[in-house]
């Protein structure tokens, strides 16, 4: 069980992605994950406070009413192209004092984030998915675009495929001699909360999804970001 930091929210050629950097480890790890999801994690990571609560926000206010707090999360498992986490909540008036969750990896991170609670992978974890920064930029797809969530356009098989198309093809059997070039290759860009609330809007006008993309307006309002 490797200890981990998750610090960034991370634009790459696929999408959003949340970087997992364990600790004492040089590589990381991306979890792709939606426009919304990837707000519920950057607004704490800002100290941004949204008008009103998210759903993660929801959740933590339901879980301290009931006189408990996450102690720990912790990402599990990798297969079928999909992240599996564990969240562990503690609290007298749990059985035992303690139960363990299932679910997604963006919704423990970001119940982890406001609990400040510690972030845990599991060895295998790791060495299954862990890659250089620098291989994002790489990677290249007509079926992912920027601002989609793989999860919503790829098959199981099909995200396991390109998963591992990025780990072998673009990863370290590729590069090969990465660490020895003369001249960095540029990082990814992280967002600010403004960019994040701009592919926000993006997302749900192409959803057709009008009064969420009302509400994202105004808080771009708001930072004095939106576009007429």
């Given at each position: 069980?490797?200890?981990?930091?998750?610090?960034?929210?991370?634009?790459?050629?696929?999408?959003?992605?949340?970087?997992?950097?364990?600790?004492?480890?040089?590589?990381?790890?991306?979890?792709?994950?939606?426009?919304?999801?990837?707000?519920?994690?950057?607004?704490?990571?800002?100290?941004?406070?949204?008008?009103?609560?998210?759903?993660?926000?929801?959740?933590?206010?339901?879980?301290?009413?009931?006189?408990?707090?996450?102690?720990?999360?912790?990402?599990?498992?990798?297969?079928?192209?999909?992240?599996?986490?564990?969240?562990?909540?503690?609290?007298?008036?749990?059985?035992?004092?303690?139960?363990?969750?299932?679910?997604?990896?963006?919704?423990?991170?970001?119940?982890?984030?406001?609990?400040?609670?510690?972030?845990?992978?599991?060895?295998?974890?790791?060495?299954?998915?862990?890659?250089?920064?620098?291989?994002?930029?790489?990677?290249?797809?007509?079926?992912?675009?920027?601002?989609e969530n793989p999860d919503e356009i790829l098959t199981a098989e099909e995200?396991?495929?390109?998963?591992?198309?990025?780990?072998?093809?673009?990863?370290?059997?590729?590069?090969?001699?990465?660490?020895?070039?003369?001249?960095?290759?540029e990082k990814v860009r992280f967002l600010s909360r403004r960019e994040v609330?701009?592919?926000?809007?993006?997302?749900?006008?192409?959803?057709?999804?009008?009064?969420?993309?009302?509400?994202?307006?105004?808080?771009?309002?708001?930072?004095?970001?939106?576009?007429?």
């Amino acid at each position: 069980m490797l200890p981990a930091t998750v610090n960034e929210i991370a634009i790459t050629p696929m999408g959003y992605a949340v970087i997992v950097k364990p600790e004492q480890r040089e590589k990381i790890i991306p979890i792709f994950i939606g426009p919304s999801e990837a707000y519920a994690i950057s607004s704490v990571l800002q100290k941004e406070k949204p008008e009103r609560p998210l759903t993660a926000d929801l959740l933590r206010t339901v879980i301290e009413e009931l006189q408990a707090k996450v102690s720990k999360v912790f990402i599990n498992d990798f297969h079928g192209g999909t992240f599996y986490a564990r969240v562990f909540l503690v609290g007298n008036f749990l059985k035992n004092g303690m139960r363990d969750l299932d679910a997604r990896p963006s919704d423990a991170i970001a119940l982890a984030v406001r609990f400040n609670a510690p972030i845990y992978v599991a060895e295998h974890v790791y060495d299954r998915t862990a890659i250089h920064i620098n291989t994002l930029r790489d990677a290249t797809g007509e079926a992912l675009r920027t601002g989609e969530n793989p999860d919503e356009i790829l098959t199981a098989e099909e995200q396991e495929e390109f998963f591992e198309t990025i780990l072998d093809e673009l990863g370290e059997k590729k590069r090969g001699t990465e660490e020895s070039q003369e001249n960095p290759v540029e990082k990814v860009r992280f967002l600010s909360r403004r960019e994040v609330l701009q592919q926000m809007l993006k997302a749900a006008l192409g959803k057709e999804n009008y009064e969420e993309a009302a509400r994202i307006r105004d808080e771009l309002r708001a930072e004095g970001g939106a576009e007429e």
